[in-house]
C-alpha cells in the first residue's frame, strides 16, 4: 500500500478495501475448522475458503492504492491478515503430514525475520519496500498451498492425484528457496543503508583543522 500524498485527507477507517481486510482476518479461524473437520467436503470448503482469502488479499491493496483508501489500520492489518493466513495454512498442511515441517519452518521464520528487521529500519527512518523476488515468494506461496489444500484424490484418478502433489511440492521448494534468497538480500540491504547513513553522518561532522 502507497502512503498518502501530505495534506491529503485521510480514508475513513471503513472503506472497502479495509472491510476486505477485516474479511480475510475473520476468515482465517473459519478456514482453520474445516480443515480440522473430516471429510472431502470439508477439505474441499477449506480450500476454497482460502482461495476467497487469497483473492482479497490481491483487491483490497489494489483497490487501496486506486481510490486512495490507504489508512493507518491497513498498513497494519493488511500484512498481519497475510501472515497469518498463510502461516496457518502452511502449519495445517505440516501437521497433517502433507507438507515437509522444513518448508514450513524455514518460510515462517523467514517472515518473522524480515517483519523484525522492517520495524528495525522503519525506526530509524528507512523503508524497505517488498523487492520483486518477495513477491515471487508470495505468488509461489498461495499457488502451492492452493494446490495441496484441493482434495484432488476425490474426483480424479490416485496416479493423477499423485503428480499434482508432486509438482506442488515441487513449487513448495522453491518457494522456501526464493524465502531464503529475499531474506538474505533484505538483511544485505540493511546492512548497506545502515552502514550510508553512518558514513554519510560521519561526512557530515565538522572537518579536522576547521
Keep these: 500500500m502507497t502512503t ?78 497475510d501472515k497469518t493466513l498463510v502461516g496457518a495454512a502452511l502449519i495445517l498442511l505440516s501437521w497433517a503430514g502433507d507438507l515437509p515441517w522444513v518448508i514450513t519452518i524455514v518460510i515462517l521464520v523467514r517472515e518473522l525475520a524480515v517483519t523484525v528487521l522492517r520495524d528495525v529500519m522503519r525506526r530509524r527512518e528507512v523503508v524497505m519496500p517488498a523487492s520483486q523476488g518477495g513477491k515471487l515468494k508470495t505468488v509461489l506461496q498461495l499457488v502451492f498451498l492452493s494446490m495441496m489444500l484441493v482434495p484432488w484424490v476425490s474426483f480424479l484418478p490416485e496416479s493423477a492425484a499423485d503428480s499434482i502433489v508432486t509438482v506442488a511440492l515441487v ?38 583543522g576547521a
Design 4 to 81: 498518502p500524498a501530505p495534506g491529503a485527507a485521510q480514508a475513513p477507517l471503513w472503506n472497502i478495501a479495509n472491510i476486505l481486510t477485516m474479511l480475510r482476518i475473520v476468515l482465517v479461524p473459519v478456514f482453520v475448522v474445516l480443515f480440522l473437520k473430516d471429510g472431502d467436503a470439508m477439505r474441499w470448503a477449506a480450500a476454497a475458503v482460502f482461495i476467497l482469502a487469497a483473492i482479497t488479499d490481491k483487491l483490497d491493496g489494489y483497490l487501496a492504492r486506486s481510490r486512495n483508501l490507504v489508512t493507518d489500520f491497513g498498513k497494519l492489518a493488511d500484512p498481519i491478515a
Design 171 to 208: 513449487i513448495a521448494w522453491a518457494a522456501m528457496g526464493v524465502a531464503l534468497v529475499t531474506g538474505v538480500q533484505y538483511f544485505v540491504a540493511a546492512a548497506r543503508a545502515i552502514r550510508e547513513a553512518r558514513d554519510t553522518g560521519a561526512g557530515a561532522g565538522p572537518r579536522a
